[in-house]
């Protein structure tokens, strides 16, 4: 490959051809030219068709096939179904554990979600300092990425083992005595979570980090020339330009902490979300309609229903990150929307004037 | 790093008057922060330390006899039993350890060896070729980023059932083998890596539209093709969800088998510890091999302010 590369620079230095070769080809469209230009029209296609094949195959059609049988009481032996309508849907909403999944998925999240991205933001700001090993420090924060979430799940259940645990043991040594992590919804769900921030956390402070060192130094000289400490320089400058990355960040974790399985899956040997379903979560639930019950109808619908709570919950986090972390390049205060629109009005009627008066 | 060693460069006007501060060194002194100090590395200590405390934990539990666990005031030495209780794992008949072992590296090596090729090759049309529809279907692509994967698990089981490959690892890889994600990674990388002269000069020396690919896209795709290899296999080795509907109990993937472990041992969580430590262990081979190119990756593909 190198040689070839090396060959196409070399022939591309001399000067270009003469005239008479260029008009000798204008001339003839010789079958090579021909094949030329249809290689260029057909080949973007060819290149992107094997990704979007697959695509077609393992993920439009299963995003549209679940929608029908999410419509259909399946029969699972004769792989065929018979539609039914919403009765599905209203099946699944009917059900008093899929209230109790869905507050523990949104519980789950939250724990998950909002300490991970302030803990993120603390190593990312440790890892931004001017430490030495750097790599070395980054890399110490990213292991637990590496680390099968089934395998963290495995390690964290015997760290909280309700009678026998490490957390536990710690807990009664400093006289608080210990909690019913398997028992009690709240617990379960932080544990659940301790075993999606550790996994998680590290990973996002990386990115977080990236963002930060985008930030051009100059930001923080000019602060502290104006008197700012380091606890204002971090509201005033490296939050607000760490936006797009949060909404990023945050977005992706939403996808992620509402999909959560693996982890309430390993919680207990029997995979069931526990006695009273403390800790299942839809996509256990789902798993358990479809792959317990072997109702892929109400395993479908339910699909259908966490895709839709996503994307809620997605666009819900893209408006309130927005309204939260004002503008990188804001200054003064948050105007309103109609406030906006008429500064806008107004520099369009100055820029109009600046025009007039140019000519 | 070295940007802020040079406080001022020289910018013709007012500002580049001010002289830097200068340490006892002689170096202009650093413009942001000082040298950290006690608490940057205590907390940074802190991290590793949270990093590493639950493998070494299941190492501890893994290396021990079954009552490990069950005594709070265990020593946090290592007991001698890990090669026991990693032989119990491994000759465990129901857990199938070596077939899964096998079942993890073909599937995540055949899994991101395909997912660079489409990727890399739909990545340069799509950073380098005009086509109508450029931008449409890349926005296309970039939003099933967000499609989940549980969306897709009911129809594609009745499609591997139906073709009767359910419990194969085929039906393990093909689902993975499409990454929208891959091909956002290649298309933003390959956009900035490559100069549009380079592909005019190739296309002035005759050359087609696949030997331009091949000459200049691949070459030039190398390094974020190595870290996307990393990331799909990581990601692949480490799934769960899916080869657990689709596979048989007897041809797992390690993930897989883990769970099994769990269901056939929980009583002795020292030989479920084990096997989690084995399992472990080929990804952090490679995380010590190639961890500095993962953290580069991550700070490479992050979406910058």
């Known amino acids: 490959m190198l040689i070839a590369d090396k060959g196409a620079a070399r022939t591309a230095s001399p000067p270009p051809s003469p005239p008479s070769d260029r008009q000798r080809r204008v001339r003839v469209l010789s079958f090579s030219q021909k094949l030329s230009r249809w290689d260029l029209k057909v080949s973007p296609f060819l290149y992107i068709s094997p990704f979007f094949l697959l695509f077609a195959i393992v993920g439009l059609f299963p995003l549209i096939y679940t929608a029908v049988i999410s419509f259909m009481d399946w029969d699972q032996i004769r792989q065929e179904g018979e539609f039914i309508g919403f009765d599905q849907y209203a099946w699944i909403l009917s059900q008093p554990k899929f209230w109790i999944a869905l507050r523990n998925t949104f519980s789950i999240f939250l724990l998950s979600s909002v300490p991970q991205l302030i803990l993120a933001l603390f190593i990312a700001t440790m890892l931004d300092r001017h430490i030495r090993a750097k790599t070395f420090w980054r890399m110490s924060a990213l292991l637990p990425y590496v680390v099968a979430p089934v395998a963290v799940g495995l390690i964290f259940n015997a760290l909280y083992a309700d009678n026998s645990g490490q957390i536990n043991a710690w807990l009664t040594a400093i006289g608080i005595g210990p909690i019913p992590w398997h028992v009690e919804p709240f617990w379960s769900h932080v544990a659940i979570s301790t075993m999606v921030n550790y996994r998680w956390t590290g990973y996002n402070a990386l990115i977080l980090l990236a963002a930060m060192q985008a930030i051009p130094r100059d930001y923080y000289e000019a602060a502290r020339v104006d008197g700012a400490g380091v606890l204002r320089q971090f509201w005033s400058i490296t939050l607000p330009s760490l936006k797009p990355t949060f909404i990023f960040v945050i977005i992706t974790s939403t996808i992620g902490g509402l999909q959560v399985f693996e982890e309430p899956r390993m919680f207990d040997q029997y995979g069931q979300g526990g006695a009273a379903s403390q800790w299942l979560t839809i996509t256990l639930y789902l798993y358990n309609l479809g792959w317990s019950e072997w109702n892929f109808g109400r395993a479908a619908a339910m699909a259908w229903l966490l895709f839709l709570i996503i994307l809620a919950i997605g666009l819900i986090n893209l408006l309130v990150t927005q309204k939260l972390i004002g503008d990188a390049g804001g200054r003064g205060p948050t105007l309103t929307r109609a406030q906006r629109r008429q500064l806008a009005r107004d520099q369009r009627d100055r820029r109009a004037q600046n025009k007039e008066g140019a000519r | ?305």
């Open chain 2, 1 to 305: 790093m070295t940007d802020l060693l040079k406080p001022h460069q020289a910018g013709g006007d007012a500002t580049a008057t001010i002289v830097a501060p200068k340490d006892r060194t002689g170096r202009p002194r650093r413009i942001r922060g000082y040298r950290p100090g006690f608490w940057v590395y205590g907390g940074l200590i802190a991290v590793l330390l949270a990093s590493l405390f639950p493998l070494y934990f299941s190492f501890l539990i893994g290396s021990g006899d079954s009552s490990t666990l069950r005594d709070p005031n265990r020593s946090w030495i290592p007991g001698g039993n890990f090669f026991a209780n990693a032989a119990a794992v491994v000759n465990d008949p129901s857990v199938n350890f070596w077939r899964a072992l096998w079942n993890s590296i073909w599937t995540s090596t055949v899994i991101a060896v395909a997912v660079v090729m489409s990727s890399t090759i739909a990545g340069w049309a799509f950073a380098k070729l005009r086509f109508p529809g450029n931008k449409a279907l890349l926005a296309f692509v970039i939003a099933t980023m967000a499609v989940p994967q549980q969306l897709g698990v009911v129809p594609l089981y009745v499609l591997f059932a139906e073709l009767g490959w359910t419990g194969k690892v085929g039906a393990v890889i093909v689902p993975m083998l499409a990454s929208a994600f891959g091909v956002f990674w290649m298309t933003q990388y390959l956009r900035q890596a490559v100069p549009d002269e380079l592909i005019e000069a190739a296309r002035v020396d005759g050359a087609s539209m696949i030997r331009t690919f091949w000459t200049v896209g691949m070459t030039a795709a190398r390094p974020a093709a190595a870290m996307l290899f990393l990331f799909t296999f990581v990601q692949a080795w480490n799934n769960f969800f899916w080869p657990f509907i689709v596979l048989d109990r007897q041809d797992p993937t390690l993930p897989v088998a883990l769970a099994l472990l769990q269901s056939n041992h929980f009583v002795d969580y020292s030989i479920v510890l084990a096997g989690v430590v084995l399992a472990t262990l080929p990804l952090l081979l490679l995380f010590v091999v190639a961890g500095r190119q993962l953290v580069s990756g991550i700070m490479a593909g992050a979406v910058k302010g």
